[in-house]
């Protein structure tokens, strides 16, 4: 029992305090041993260009714990079933058989690790329900079973993905009804759409909105395409939408 508090409290630490220093951990409580013995010394959680982080072994220069043909294995098979979600149980399955067999007590801190360091290529769901970020309560429900939670391999760039993932989110907050049980451009549009359908017939028309909110208005108005209404006109609104993809999609969520 104390083995597995702190293997869950570790797992908090991962989800909550990336950015830290030993994810924030102060002293040498047990989950502090965890820490060091399978996040810290294997590299998967690193001091890179200044910043405390997750990493993917397959980004490593030297990969003395053999780690990466796990993440190689689990990135092929989310990738070769990227039209359909995969639930986390099945990557236990993956990881358990030949030829790696990766012990229970191991898994949900390896897979924590490695949504963490390719959450810019997945899209994380919680008992089919699309979520924006991966959190703590997601971790509860990963403890408790692993089929609660999925994820889905997104075929677009780093950048790309987080737009999907924002915009998403930003239809979530403005119609609560709305859920996504697959994350695709033409759901997501579909939901930008019919946000602007829904509004008052004087809002379709006024002038005296912000002329942001305007252009916004013309491009939900007259959008035909989901992908190029997500990744090339609401982008084109932002002056510099071609920097650094954290940047870009932060401009883009600021003005919309």
């Not at 040498?28 to 997750?54: A, C, D, H, R, V």
């Not at 008052?200 to 252009?215: D, F, L, Y």
């Amino acid at each position: 029992s104390n083995a597995i508090a702190a293997q869950n409290a570790l797992l908090r630490f991962m989800v909550m305090n990336e950015g830290k220093k030993r994810l924030g951990i102060v002293g040498y409580p047990p989950e502090g041993g965890l820490f060091e013995s399978i996040l810290e010394s294997t590299g998967l959680y690193q001091e890179k260009n200044g910043q405390w982080q997750f990493v993917s072994p397959l980004d490593f220069e030297e990969d003395s714990y053999c780690l990466a043909p796990l993440w190689k294995a689990a990135s092929q098979y989310l990738e070769g079933n990227s039209s359909r979600t995969v639930t986390v149980h099945e990557i236990y399955d993956l990881w358990k058989a030949p030829p790696f067999g990766v012990r229970d007590g191991l898994l949900p801190v390896l897979a924590v690790a490695l949504i963490m360091s390719l959450r810019n290529k997945l899209a994380i769901y919680r008992s089919g329900v699309f979520q924006a970020k991966f959190k703590d309560l997601d971790v509860d429900y990963l403890c408790k079973d692993a089929r609660d939670i999925q994820l889905r391999w997104m075929n677009l760039s780093a950048e790309s993905c987080q737009i999907l993932s924002s915009m998403a989110d930003l239809v979530s907050s403005l119609d609560p009804s709305t859920t996504f049980e697959s994350l695709e451009p033409i759901d997501v549009a579909r939901g930008l759409i019919s946000i602007y359908e829904g509004l008052e017939p004087w809002a379709t028309r006024t002038s005296q909105i912000s002329p942001n909110a305007m252009r916004i208005r013309s491009i939900l108005k007259l959008a035909n395409d989901p992908n190029k209404l997500l990744f090339n006109q609401i982008p084109s609104l932002v002056e510099n939408s071609d920097a650094s993809s954290d940047s870009a999609v932060s401009q883009i969520m600021e003005y919309m």
